[in-house]
């Protein structure tokens, strides 16, 4: 008895096909059509279309984000140069040039933003330094920051012109975006 049963499962196993081959006659009868319908068409486009509207607004925000960070990146570059110079000097450059960075563009395409403090009367300085939501100045040393994607500021950083700039703050403790300082 067990005999016949294993024979009945290799014959069923080994003598049919077990999967059935494609029946490629019923192709041959489509190839007439040469082109596509509307509907095809449609859907086609439809899911071009979906693509596109979910794909450029995540490029264009990974793209912001590159150039953020390369902002950031840039502004402690020139930060650790200006602490430098400083050091060998005793004293902060007048401008960006004198630190091997003349007329330094952002990824923006905006120049960067650069005012030494130490040694100035702060006076005449109080309409460019750069403040807090509580308006004290960031830095005591000197300012430099981007002026971000809009190429504008003011020197609160409370104020909307600012939140997207990249500062400098706390004589160089903190580099980021101005919101989230």
């Known amino acids: 008895m067990k005999k016949d049963i294993f024979k009945t499962i290799t014959a069923r196993l080994f003598s049919e096909p077990r999967f059935k081959p494609f029946p490629f006659r019923l192709l041959a009868k489509c190839r007439h059509r040469k082109a596509l319908t509307l509907i095809e068409m449609l859907l086609a486009v439809a899911i071009i279309g979906t693509l596109v509207a979910v794909g450029v607004p995540i490029y264009s925000n990974v793209l912001n984000k590159a150039r953020i960070n390369q902002a950031i990146s840039k502004i402690a570059l020139m930060g650790q140069r200006i602490d430098d110079f400083l050091v060998d000097n005793g004293r902060v450059p007048n401008d960006l040039s004198e630190i091997g960075e ?5 990824p923006w395409g905006n120049p960067y933003q650069y005012t030494p403090i130490l040694g100035r ?10 403040k807090d939501r509580f308006l004290i ?3 005591n040393d000197y300012d430099l920051f981007s002026t971000g994607r809009d190429g504008t500021w003011k020197a609160p ?3 909307e012109d600012s939140w997207d700039d990249i500062v400098r703050a706390n004589n160089g403790g903190y580099v980021g975006v101005a919101y989230k300082y």
């Open 102 to 106: 003349p007329n330094p563009l952002d």
């Open 121 to 130: 009367d702060k006076t005449e300085l109080e309409a460019k330094l750069r």
């Open 137 to 139: 100045p960031l830095n």
């Open 157 to 159: 950083l409370t104020a």
